[in-house]
Each structure stands twice: as C-alpha cells, then as structure tokens.
C-alpha cells in the first residue's frame, strides 16, 4: 500500500494508536500509547504523534516497559541519542522486575 502525501510514520508507530482528529485546524494528530490503552483503557491520556513526544513517553511509561520489555528497549536504543542510551531502561527494568 502506498501512502499519497502527508509525513511518513515514524519507526514508533507501531506502540501507538493514531487518534482522528477533534479540530481540523490542529497540525498534528494525538495518539495513545498502545499499552496505556490496554491497562487504562479510556484513561490514556493522548500524546502528540510526533517521534520525539512518543519516544519521551514510551521512555517513561511503565506499562509500555511491562508489555514490551527487551523488545521494546532495542527500538527504543534505535532510535535515541547517545546521551540517552545511558539513561535507558536498566534502572527501569531493576524496578519492574523487583
């Protein structure tokens, strides 16, 4: 399938729900991060569909680290500054898994 316009998804896409637009004057479109989704269900709250709001959210959810864990940490390191790979997930994981 080929796309016809717009920006291409970002390699986090996939961890996400793309939200349809409430006001068509908006730039960006909202999202919610599939494990929220799954464990708050209509408590999510949405996150702007840009790479770098949901790879910060992703970073920091506890639910996306539970459902994903290794998997999720090599996209994550894919797609990261090197500044960043240090704080990755190590910490987080010692606490999920403690």
Not at 41 to 66: D, Q, S
């Amino acid at each position: 399938m080929t796309r016809s316009g717009g920006r291409p998804r970002h390699n986090l896409s996939e961890y996400v729900i793309v939200l349809k637009k409430n006001n068509p004057e908006d730039k960006d479109r909202q999202c919610v991060c599939k494990a929220c989704n799954e464990v708050l269900k209509e408590k999510a709250t949405p996150i702007i569909n840009r790479k770098e709001r949901v790879k910060k959210h992703l970073l920091n959810c506890v639910h996306f680290w539970n459902k994903y864990g290794e998997e999720g940490e090599e996209m994550l390191r894919d797609c990261i500054s090197d500044e960043e790979k240090d704080e990755l997930p190590t910490n987080k994981r010692i606490n999920l898994n403690g």
